[in-house]
C-alpha cells in the first residue's frame, strides 16, 4: 500500500492520558490491517513507526483528520505525549524547537527526544511498557478496552497516583514497538515480583507520582525552565540554603537534609545519586540548559515547597536580606541594648547584589548600618556602621566627659574608638580645637614603569655561542658550576640540543666505569665479611638479606648501586649468599632446637616454635624439618 495525503477514513479519539503510540495500536486494530508495515506506511509513509515519548511528525497525521473533530497536533502533543511534563524544566528557545518538531508535518533529522536530553539524564530507562493493574480493569469498564497511559512510562514513577498500586512491566519491550503496534488489550501480564516497601516509602513514592500526574496535567500551561528556577531560587533563599546574591549555596546541608527528608531507601530505590562531590540538588541549580534526571526536580519541589501544585500556584513571599524583625538594637547604653525593639528598616537599597540598610532604635534614637546581609542570630555582635549617636547616646556621652571620665573608660562603656571620643570632644567643646585629629594627607606618587622585558632569542645558533663563550671565560670550572651560574642556557641546550651540550660541556666528575670496578671489589669483600659475620654471630639468627648486609657491611646505598648496575659482582655473590625466608626459618629453628636442648628443656614442636618465632600456619611445612634436627642432635 503506498502512502499518500488523502484523508483517513477513521482515526480513534484519543483517551485520558493516552499515550500516542496507544492511539495507533488502536488505529491498527480497527484498521484490518494484517501487517503491522502496513499501518506504518499508512500514517507515516515509512516502515518504522514514531518515538514513544515524544512522537514527531504529528502535523501529517493532524492533516488527514477532519478538522471539526478538533484533533490538531497541538493536541495530540498537549494531551498524548510527555512534553507538558518536560516543558517546566526545558528553557525556552529549546522548548519551542521541540513542539515545533512535534507539530510539524515533514519529518526532521533532529530528534526532539534527544533535542530534549533524555538520553543524557542518567535516568532509569525502562525496558518494557508498563502499566497498572487497576487502570487496566478501569478502562474496560469504562471504556470497553484497555489503554497505554503516558504516566505510567515516565521514569521514576513506580505507582499509580489514581489506585496507589504499584506499576508493572508489561510482555513488550520498548525496542519492539518502533516497527510494531502493541496494543494494551492484547498485552499479556507478567508475572514479577513486586518489592515490599515501609509505609513510609510508599507514600513518598505516592507522592511523587501525585506531582507527576499534576505536571503531566498543567505543564503545557506552565513556562519554561527559566521561570521555574526564578521559582527554585526564591524558594531557596527563602529557606536559607542560597545567599541572597545567588553566588553561593549551601549545597553540603540542603544535601544532607534532603537525604532525611526522603530517607536512604526511597533515593536508593528511585535510583537518585550525586556525581563525585556534587550533590544532585545542586547540579539542579547549575545545569539550567540541560534536562536531568526528572525526578531530581520533582523531590526538590516537594521538599521545598510541599507539592508541586503549591511550587507553581502558590506565593513564597521574598527572603528578606536581614531575616525577620524585628531586630536588635546596638547602642550599649540604652536599656533595650541587644534586645528586638527596631521593627523598620530605612533605607533598603541595593550596591552589586548585596543590600544595605539603616537600623534606628526608637527608644535612643541610635542608628546603625551592616552592609551585608547577615542571618537573625548573627546580629547580635560584630562590626557595625554608626550613622546616629542618638540622644541617650549623646547624653551618656556629655556626662562622662564632664566628669572629667578617662578616655579609655569612655570607649569602654560606650563601644567607640579614641579617635571618636577626641573627634566628638573637639565638636561639643571638651578639647581645644588643635586636638582635632587630622587625616593624612594623600600623596600621589607616581607608579614606575617597567620596560616590557626583550624577547628571549630562540636559535641554535645563538645559545651554542653564549655556552662556548662561557666556557672560555671559566676554563677550569666544573659542569655543576657552569650549570648553576647560567642556568637559563645550560635549560635551553638541555631542552633543544642536548647532544651537542654533552659533546661541548665539561667532563662529568661521577665516578667513572674504571672507578666503580675498584669500588665493586671493595663492596665484595665488605659484603662477604657481613655474611661471614652473620651467619657465625652468636644469638638468634638474623636474616641474611640485602638489608641486613649493607647494616653490617657499612655499604651506603647498596640497593641503588645494584639497581644502576655499578657493582656486578657483589651482585652476583649476593644471589647466592642471601637467605630465601625458607632458609631463615629453617635456620632459626636449628637454633631455637640447639638452645632448647643445651638449656636441658623439652623438645616439643610447640616449644621450638615459640623460642623460634614462626607462626603456626608457617611452621606446618617445617614439623619434619624440626624432627630431624632433633634426631640428629640426640644420637
Given at each position: ?18 499515550i500516542f ?46 478538522p471539526?473533530?478538533?484533533l ?17 524544566f ?43 493493574e ?21 521514569p ?14 508489561s ?12 496494543a494494551a ?12 516497601f ?12 501525585g ?13 519554561f525552565s527559566e ?21 553561593r ?19 536508593e ?21 540541560s ?9 526538590l ?7 508541586a ?49 539603616t537600623?534606628?532604635c ?31 547616646w ?13 578616655i ?16 566628638l ?15 593624612k594627607p594623600?600623596?600621589y606618587?607616581?607608579r ?59 667532563k ?6 674504571f672507578?666503580?670496578?675498584d ?7 665488605k ?7 652473620l651467619?657465625?654471630?652468636p ?17 651506603n ?5 645494584l ?14 649468599a ?14 631455637a ?34 624432627r630431624?634436627c632433633?634426631?640428629?642432635?640426640q644420637?
Amino acid at each position: 500500500m503506498s502512502f499518500d495525503e488523502s484523508p483517513l477514513g477513521f482515526f480513534p479519539t484519543p483517551y485520558p492520558d493516552e499515550i500516542f503510540y496507544s492511539v495507533l495500536c488502536r488505529y491498527h486494530i480497527r484498521s484490518g490491517n494484517p501487517a503491522f508495515v502496513s499501518t506504518a506506511k499508512t500514517i507515516w509513509g515509512k516502515k518504522i513507526s514514531s518515538n514513544l515519548y515524544l512522537p514527531q511528525s504529528l502535523g501529517k497525521v493532524a492533516l488527514r483528520i477532519p478538522p471539526e473533530t478538533g484533533l490538531t497536533a497541538e493536541c495530540f502533543a498537549a494531551n498524548n505525549t510527555i512534553y507538558p511534563f518536560l516543558k517546566p524544566f526545558l528553557p525556552e528557545e529549546r522548548g519551542l524547537q521541540v513542539l515545533e518538531l512535534l507539530k510539524s508535518e515533514a519529518q526532521s533529522e533532529i530528534m526532539a527526544y534527544q533535542l530534549c536530553g533524555l538520553p543524557r539524564s542518567k535516568s532509569p530507562k525502562w525496558q518494557y511498557l508498563r502499566y497498572c493493574e487497576d487502570c487496566w480493569q478501569e478502562d474496560i469498564r469504562l471504556y470497553s478496552e484497555p489503554y497505554w497511559h503516558r504516566l505510567h512510562m515516565l521514569p521514576g514513577v513506580l505507582r499509580c497516583p489514581v489506585h496507589g498500586k504499584p506499576i508493572k512491566n508489561s510482555v513488550v519491550f520498548q525496542k519492539d514497538i518502533s516497527s510494531k503496534f502493541h496494543a494494551a488489550s492484547f498485552a499479556v501480564a507478567s508475572n514479577e515480583h513486586m518489592p515490599s516497601f515501609c509505609d513510609g516509602t510508599t507514600e513518598k513514592l505516592m507522592n511523587v507520582a501525585g506531582d507527576a500526574a499534576w505536571i503531566m496535567q498543567n505543564g503545557y500551561a506552565l513556562a519554561f525552565s527559566e521561570s521555574t528556577m526564578e521559582i527554585y531560587d526564591q524558594l531557596l533563599q527563602v529557606k536559607g540554603y542560597r545567599c541572597l546574591s545567588g553566588r553561593r549555596m549551601k549545597s553540603q546541608l540542603l544535601d544532607k537534609e534532603i537525604c532525611e527528608f526522603y530517607g536512604q531507601e526511597l533515593l536508593e530505590l528511585l535510583e537518585v545519586r550525586s556525581q563525585g562531590v556534587v550533590p544532585w540538588s545542586e547540579r539542579v541549580m547549575h545545569k539550567r540548559n540541560s534536562l536531568l534526571y526528572p525526578v531530581y526536580y520533582l523531590l526538590l519541589m516537594r521538599f521545598l515547597a510541599g507539592s508541586a501544585e503549591d511550587f507553581f500556584t502558590k506565593q513564597h513571599g521574598v527572603a528578606h536580606p536581614y531575616g525577620t524583625g524585628p531586630w536588635p538594637c546596638r547602642n550599649p547604653v540604652c536599656p533595650y541594648y541587644l534586645k528586638d525593639v527596631i521593627s523598620e528598616l530605612s533605607p533598603l537599597v541595593q550596591f552589586a547584589s548585596r543590600h544595605q540598610a539603616t537600623f534606628t532604635c526608637p527608644h535612643c534614637g541610635f542608628a546603625y548600618r551592616r552592609s551585608r546581609e547577615r542571618p537573625k542570630s548573627k546580629q547580635y555582635s560584630g562590626q557595625i556602621d554608626t550613622v546616629d549617636y542618638g540622644w541617650l547616646w549623646l547624653d551618656t556621652f556629655k556626662k562622662m566627659m564632664k566628669s572629667g571620665t578617662p578616655i579609655m573608660h569612655i570607649t569602654e562603656k560606650l563601644h567607640c574608638g579614641f579617635l571618636t571620643v577626641k573627634r566628638l570632644g573637639v565638636e561639643l567643646g571638651f578639647f581645644p580645637a588643635d586636638q582635632l585629629p587630622k587625616k593624612k594627607p594623600y600623596i600621589y606618587r607616581e607608579r614606575k614603569t617597567v620596560p616590557e622585558p626583550a624577547p628571549k632569542p630562540t636559535s641554535k645558533d645563538y645559545y651554542r655561542a653564549q655556552w662556548l663563550q662561557v666556557m672560555k671565560d671559566n676554563p677550569d670550572s666544573s659542569r655543576s658550576f657552569l650549570i648553576k651560574r647560567y642556568p637559563e642556557i645550560y635549560k635551553w641546550l638541555r631542552k633543544n640540543d642536548v647532544d651537542w651540550y654533552e659533546v661541548n660541556a665539561p667532563k662529568s666528575k661521577r665516578y667513572t666505569v674504571f672507578e666503580w670496578a675498584d669500588n665493586d671489589d671493595d663492596s665484595l669483600e665488605k659484603a662477604r665479611a657481613a655474611v661471614a659475620y652473620l651467619k657465625s654471630s652468636p644469638g638468634r639468627p638474623v636474616w641474611i638479606n640485602r638489608h641486613s648486609v649493607e647494616k653490617y657491611g657499612g655499604l651506603n646505598n647498596l640497593y641503588k648501586n645494584l639497581k644502576n648496575g655499578y657493582l656486578p659482582k657483589t651482585q652476583a655473590y649476593l644471589d647466592e649468599a642471601l637467605e630465601t625466608d625458607m632458609e631463615w626459618r629453617k635456620r632459626k629453628i636449628q637454633w631455637a632446637v640447639k638452645e632448647l636442648f643445651d638449656s636441658g628443656k623439652n623438645l616439643l614442636l610447640p616449644q621450638i616454635q615459640i623460642k623460634a618465632s614462626i607462626s603456626h600456619k608457617l611452621f606446618i611445612p617445617l614439623e619434619g624439618f624440626t624432627r630431624d634436627c632433633i634426631e640428629q642432635l640426640q644420637k
